[in-house]
């Protein structure tokens, strides 16, 4: 999800309101359930009366049920919808299926396409097997952009404008943080600019190791993300470098080469990305 670089309260057209009804509903993750209004208070920042309010006008909305003997809310099937009709209008989700599923075979690995969701990525394409219980993420699951192997590819493959803009709301989500955090978001563009994928091993999760590739596309959407992790024991670092992130990146160039784009010569593009004083370079020096 694109976000300006406007701020609400100096954007006359912002509507706020409307803005704090969508974060109640964006408080509810894939396996919560029920949420009472002190929950989304804590998740949100929103004050709890303000709370109550929006949850009242969104039960009266359709949009959650209220379940009295816990005092809790749970999302309808009309709020649902909403998210299942954005996921069929993502053409990339179905179109990359076929692609997700023969790297997925071939290592064993979960293979996810996901785009920007604030501070993280959100899956709307899972391809998984018998091989990844250790994965347990699915469609709606949300990693960070800062850590996760599909987040830095995204960082890296946003034009400058808006990565300052995230650089930004990165900086003022994490707080003191924010340093150990962009220590490895900065190595991670050096990984980029030389293999032409990120990778993530143990910084997201201790157990789990994955590669990811952007997709940009030429309609003025995305860019998304692709994925493929497994338990950090099957996907050292030297596996990742070496097969699963080359294996993603020629799935992505597939993909690219499928939806009528030319599909780049990586040992040209990677070339030109290691030359001194680089665009990543450059780039990273924003990051501090």
Not at 104 to 121: E, I
Not at 176 to 204: C, H, M, N, Q
Not at 207 to 225: C, F, M, Q, S
């Amino acid at each position: 999800m694109k976000r300006t670089g406007k701020k609400p309260a100096t954007d006359r057209n912002f509507v706020v309101a409307l803005s704090r009804g969508l974060d109640v509903l964006r408080a509810f993750q894939p396996n919560d359930g029920l949420l009472g209004n002190q929950e989304i208070a804590a998740r949100t920042n929103l004050p709890k009366p303000t709370v109550s309010r929006l949850t009242y006008t969104l039960t009266k909305l359709g949009y959650l049920t209220p379940v009295p003997r816990f005092e809790k809310y749970q999302l309808t099937p009309a709020a649902m919808a909403l998210g299942y009709t954005a996921l069929a209008n993502l053409g990339i989700r179905h179109l990359s299926e076929p692609f997700r599923e023969e790297v997925m075979r071939a290592t064993g690995g979960a293979v996810a396409v996901g785009g920007r969701d604030r501070q993280s990525m959100i899956y709307f394409g899972q391809s998984r097997g018998s091989e990844t219980v250790g994965v347990q993420l699915d469609v709606g699951s949300r990693v960070p952009i800062a850590t996760s192997a599909m987040g830095r590819a995204y960082f890296w493959a946003l034009e400058e404008e808006e990565r300052s803009s995230l650089l930004r709301d990165l900086r003022e989500h994490y707080g003191s943080r924010w340093p150990k955090l962009r220590d490895g978001l900065e190595r991670s563009g050096e990984t980029v600019a030389k293999y032409g994928f990120a990778i993530s091993v143990g910084d997201w999760h201790d157990d789990i190791g994955a590669a990811g590739v952007a997709l940009r596309l030429n309609d003025g959407t995305g860019p998304y993300a692709f994925n493929c992790g497994a338990p950090a024991f099957r996907f050292t670092e030297e596996r990742l470098i070496t097969d699963i992130g080359p294996r993603l990146l020629a799935m992505v160039r597939n993909i690219e080469a499928t939806l009528g784009g030319m599909a780049p010569q990586f040992k040209k593009e990677a070339g030109k990305k290691l030359k001194s004083g680089g665009k990543v370079a450059r780039v990273a020096e924003g990051i501090r």
